[in-house]
């Protein structure tokens, strides 16, 4: 079985400041890499993929991260941060050819002060 | 809209009685799952199902059934509760496995 780990459980960050949210992964097969996120009370939503190519992908909202297959990494980044992105955020791996298993990271919990 | 609807949003049960929550997606996607959300342990796979009678263990099967007899539903079963499934629940569904799930809204068991 695959293993995710998000290494931070939370990370507070002051308003307009620069974020990296950590993610690491075992794997020694090739996989599909995401990020999501989560809203209070609501399900979750795509930030982005990775899935070949370009080792930089970039998402919705000004997020983008960074596929590091040496250090089986994919690490989430945001330049500059607005309230707006307090939120819950998971990373997630799927095994291409396993029929659609996911496995998902413990989640960091973001929080932007003002 | 593009949607995956799960019912009941929440539901406050007792121990061995018999519930369902039924999911159903409009997109036509092939790939449906199942999830379980505790705090500390993320998002765990209960089911998923690659097409119609298609159907495999995830991580957390214990206690759970699934069906998958239409492309658009997959009804979560729970035979006989028990408190240690509380939790919330989420289905998903895909296109592909190289695709992004879309989430239901989570449903919330409570079972007394």
């Known amino acids: 079985a695959q293993s995710v780990t998000q290494l931070d459980s939370q990370v507070p960050v002051f308003e307009e400041a620069p974020v990296e949210l950590r993610c690491n992964y075992s794997s020694s097969v090739s996989v599909y890499l995401f990020w999501y996120v989560q809203y209070p009370n609501q399900g979750l939503q795509l930030l982005l993929k990775y899935l070949s190519g370009s080792t930089l992908v970039k998402g919705i909202n000004g997020f983008e991260a960074e596929f590091n297959k040496s250090q089986t990494s994919f690490h989430l980044r945001k330049p500059s941060v607005h309230i707006s992105d307090t939120a819950e955020y998971f990373c997630?791996?799927?095994?291409?050819?396993?029929?659609?298993?996911?496995?998902f990271g413990t989640g960091t919990s973001l929080t932007v002060i003002p | 809209e593009a949607q995956v609807t799960q019912n009941p949003r929440y539901l406050i049960t007792v121990t061995g009685k018999k519930l369902t929550v039924t999911c159903s997606q409009n997109m036509n996607h092939e790939y449906m799952s199942w999830y379980r959300q505790d705090p500390g342990l993320g998002l765990r796979q209960i089911y998923y199902?690659?097409?119609?009678?298609?159907?495999d263990k995830g991580d957390v099967p214990e206690g759970y059934k699934v069906s998958r007899k239409e492309k658009r539903n997959f009804p979560l079963i729970l035979e006989s509760p028990s408190p240690n499934q509380t939790s919330l629940y989420f289905c998903?569904?895909?296109?592909?496995?190289?695709?992004?799930?879309?989430f239901g809204d989570g449903t919330r068991l409570s079972i007394l």
């Open positions: 199902s690659m097409n119609v009678e298609v159907t």
């Open positions: 998903a569904s895909g296109q592909a496995e190289d695709q992004p799930q879309h």
């Open positions: 997630a791996v799927s095994v291409p050819n396993t029929g659609n298993q996911f496995y």
